[in-house]
């Protein structure tokens, strides 16, 4: 899973450190440290992380998210 945090329009309001400690830290009072390659296993904690940031500084790469997508179960057979 890449991630891409604004750190722009990050305020360090620190929603996604509670939230995702394994992926986001914050680093003083401000300063938000991050992995962008988060496990696949943080994905739930993540999704939580990204809803909750007030300013929506955090981005989670959809082509990766569809990628390790599982396939749909009610696919057409022949037979």
Do not use: K, W
């Not at 400690?21 to 938000?32: K, R, S, W």
């Not at 904690?45 to 929506?56: D, E, F, I, L």
């Not at 989670?60 to 990628?67: G, I, N, Q, S, T």
């Amino acid at each position: 899973m890449r991630l891409v945090v604004d750190l722009n329009r990050c305020q360090g309001y620190a929603q996604c450190a509670f939230l995702a400690p394994d992926v986001f830290a914050m680093h003083g009072d401000e300063g938000l440290l991050y992995d962008p390659q988060a496990e696949a296993d943080q994905r739930e904690r993540v999704a939580q992380a990204v809803a909750a940031c007030p300013v929506q500084a955090i981005l989670v790469d959809e082509l990766d998210l569809a990628a390790t997508a599982p396939a749909s179960s009610g696919e057409a057979s022949d037979g």
